[in-house]
């Protein structure tokens, strides 16, 4: 009964929910380019907010790795009036901070002929500056302001491709975040920004430096793309993050944060009419401008396979990378399909094959896009051998596994599955406020229409035996792949 469910529902949402969806959702687009998609939902009265800025670290300007990442940190610091015991000084005590920072950079920039006593001398000036800016603020106004409101879910994030802002708010509360969210963009203040700094530096240090794991998808990246800025880990390179400056955040800020590179998805207990009205009344006076460009380097053909060890003491870990086309290509839901028959869960081949019953790994994983989709990306899936068995085994059974996806064809009740995980992972996105908004703004933004959401279980539905072997032949081949492993340091053992 519940395998018949799970296939029932899909087709029924395929079919029917994007004409209920038709009549709930609103669009609309303000002068300035800034565009919003309303979705009432009436069961409660909360509404969720999502805002997606349509860039990410892979917009970052060449040596300024982990920019667009600073955003996130410095999303709810505040406002002019919001965040501050008396802007007028605090204001004053920033720029001071920068001028500090610009003499500290000019003998830096002498190289070996920089006087030692003098740069010790301005890094003090630059701490003092920075400490005398923070005896202004007043943490944490900002989130407190939501949380007193009845707000959840306060967060943002930043991927490759883009940088999100969420949260939700009783629904009578509705004009507060209309007022707060456009006082970010209008009047943006960059306070906090070298505090700020050294916490991603801290947070790359653990997630990358001390964490062999995240060393060796940081390398596996750095190998696999010679040319096109998913090479760069999201969060920077260290040297980089060390160097940003707050000028570089207001450079990035009127380049890639116009109205016209902004999507905003509202879904809850509103008021279409009543949005339109707000959005025009705060959102309205951002000043408009064409989106940035989107020319990024051309990833050049990858012409043989690549491999990359990472020493270290911990426990293996091997990842394999193929080069595959971006997320608008015809045979997107085709790596969907394949990237759950090979990788996804415990009914995986991978995981039946080398985790239960031959027990030469103890976890298999993969993603179908990697690290983001919209230029060409990776086909990646991720393996753990087990005690006494290494690193080598565990690529020689992928690789048997591999031709034989390619040799024979999916059997009709092994794909009729994986669609059927396919869809319910998808549906299960859509089961909140916070999960819709979400989702609505990624599918306008990244396919041109959010019906591509509902459409796209459709394109699912179509993949065939056929579509699988085919795409398993033309793309999981060694010449475009990468391989990354651990390994012990020398002397250490296996």
Not at 206 to 229: C, K, N, W, Y
Request: net charge negative; proline share 5%; glycine share 6%.
């Amino acid at each position: 009964m519940l395998v018949l469910l799970l296939v029932w529902l899909p087709l029924a949402l395929g079919a029917q929910n994007l004409k209920e969806f038709e009549r709930r959702v609103t669009e609309f687009t303000l002068a300035n380019g800034l565009h919003f998609i309303v979705l009432e939902r009436h069961n409660a009265p909360v509404v969720s907010f999502h805002t997606y800025v349509n860039a990410g670290s892979v917009d970052d300007p060449g040596g300024k790795t982990g920019l667009a990442h600073m955003f996130e940190h410095m999303a709810f610091k505040g406002t002019e009036q919001i965040g501050t015991k008396n802007y007028p000084e605090e204001k004053r005590a920033l720029e001071a901070v920068e001028e500090a920072y610009n003499k500290l950079e000019a003998e830096q920039d002498k190289g070996a002929r920089a006087d030692p006593q003098k740069l010790a001398s301005l890094e003090a000036q630059v701490q003092a500056a920075i400490e005398k800016a923070g005896s202004y603020v007043e943490p944490n106004a900002y989130p407190r302001i939501i949380e007193e409101n009845g707000g959840e879910g306060l967060n943002a994030s930043t991927g490759e491709d883009s940088t999100n802002y969420f949260y939700s708010l009783p629904a009578n509360r509705i004009e507060l975040w209309f007022l707060l969210e456009s006082q970010r963009f209008l009047h943006p203040v960059f306070r906090e920004f070298y505090k700020e700094r050294d916490v991603v530096r801290e947070e790359r240090r653990m997630r990358v430096d001390s964490d062999p794991q995240g060393m060796l998808i940081e390398m596996l990246l750095a190998t696999t793309f010679a040319g096109h800025p998913y090479r760069n880990p999201s969060a920077g390179w260290e040297s980089d993050i060390e160097h940003l400056r707050v000028r570089d955040a207001e450079r990035f800020f009127k380049t890639c944060y116009l109205p016209s590179n902004i999507t905003i998805g509202i879904a809850g207990d509103v008021d279409p009419a009543q949005v339109r009205r707000l959005a025009g009344k705060y959102f309205g006076l951002l000043p408009g401008g064409p989106a940035p460009p989107r020319y990024h380097t051309e990833e050049p053909k990858q012409e043989g396979e690549k491999r990359v060890r990472v020493e270290t003491a911990s426990q293996p870990f091997l990842a394999l990378a193929y080069k595959r086309p971006d997320q608008n290509h015809k045979d997107d839901p085709v790596f969907d399909v394949l990237s759950e028959i090979l990788s996804s869960g415990r009914t995986s081949i991978l995981y039946r094959e080398l985790v239960r019953d031959r027990k030469i790994a103890v976890a298999a994983l993969g993603a179908s896009t990697f690290p983001g989709g919209k230029f060409p990306n990776l086909f990646v899936f991720y393996l753990v051998p087990s005690a006494g068995h290494h690193v080598e085994e565990n690529l020689k059974a992928c690789d048997e596994i591999i031709e034989r996806l390619k040799k024979d064809q999916t059997d009709a009740a092994t794909l009729a599955r994986v669609k059927t995980q396919v869809r319910a992972s998808l549906i299960r996105q859509l089961d909140s406020n916070s999960g819709l908004a979400a989702q609505l703004t990624f599918y306008h933004v990244n396919y041109g229409n959010w019906r591509t959401l509902f459409t796209g279980l459709e394109d699912i539905d179509r993949v065939s035996a056929e579509d699988v072997q085919r795409v398993a032949r033309q793309y999981l081949v060694e010449s475009a792949r990468t391989v990354a492993c651990t390994v012990a340091p020398k002397g250490e053992g296996k």
